[in-house]
């Protein structure tokens, strides 16, 4: 284990009620201010993956460490250790419905510090902080009830950023966005990397991957990692995507000729 991984996991192995596997024998590095993708089919255990790095589930098998030291469910019943992990390891749902549950949008921006004993001065600044960066200000004193899905799913974002993590984990983030909130999340998430913050996100979003130029680690559809490598190399490897299910192969037949060609619902653009 070297010292610049923020993120060790180790052998992870993880089933639903003891027999129906989500993750098997996983094993991975994150680097500190890595932006890092973990890639798969649906079903393939990418939630459950970043669900044991945050700590909300425990696997079954195997070891996770953040900078050294283990996170498990016996390590985070030392009330020192919990403040230290969940000050610095955020984490992003893919519904913002489960996570936003505070009367007003600034009472959900300054949850997350209150409860880590921050000083309420010091939460109320780093709430308007986020408020002006993630440009919802006028939303302060709405309910989330009242917000379109692309303004929950930048309050739910702005809830874990006033905790100011190092790690920020993000659930299928584009998911059910429109394209203009979809942009300003990427910008967002290549503004948190520039920050030196490590972002790891569980997506099969591709064109969300190719755009961040991230390291990526591929899952397969028998829940185990079928490769990790960069961005270009994963995304540039049709036979590897076909195989994981990521793309597809149609059928086409024109008169009496019949021919194969791959398809992908993602659209790969570089600036």
Do not use: W
């Amino acid at each position: 284990m070297t010292m610049d991984n923020i993120l060790n996991l180790e052998n992870i192995s993880y089933s639903y009620y003891g027999r129906i596997p989500a993750v098997s024998d996983i094993s991975l590095e994150v680097k500190e201010g890595e932006r890092f993708a973990i890639i798969g089919a649906n079903g393939t255990g990418k939630s459950t993956l970043l669900q044991i790095m945050s700590g909300l589930v425990h696997q079954s098998e195997g070891n996770v460490f953040f900078r050294g030291k283990e996170v498990s469910e016996q390590t985070l019943k030392n009330r020192s250790f919990l403040k230290f992990f969940r000050e610095r390891v955020g984490y992003v749902f893919q519904d913002s419905d489960i996570q936003l549950f505070c009367p007003t949008v600034l009472d959900e921006l300054l949850y997350g510090p209150l409860q880590l004993e921050i000083l309420e001065s010091e939460a109320m600044d780093r709430a308007n902080d986020v408020l002006k960066m993630l440009e919802i200000e006028e939303l302060r004193d709405r309910p989330s009830y009242m917000l379109s899905g692309g303004e929950k799913k930048r309050v739910a974002i702005g809830s874990v950023l006033t905790i100011n993590p190092e790690v920020v984990l993000f659930d299928e983030p584009t998911n059910g966005l429109d394209p203009r909130t979809q942009c300003f999340l990427v910008e967002l998430l290549l503004a948190l990397s520039e920050a030196g913050k490590t972002v790891v996100i569980a997506t099969h979003d591709l064109s969300l991957v190719a755009e961040l130029e991230t390291k990526v680690a591929l899952l397969s559809e028998e829940h185990r990692i079928e490769k990790i490598g960069g961005s270009d190399e994963i995304l540039g490897d049709e036979d590897l995507l076909l195989k994981a299910n990521l793309i597809h192969e149609h059928l086409h037949i024109h008169g009496e000729k019949a021919h194969k060609h791959r398809h992908s619902h993602y659209f790969f653009h570089k600036h």
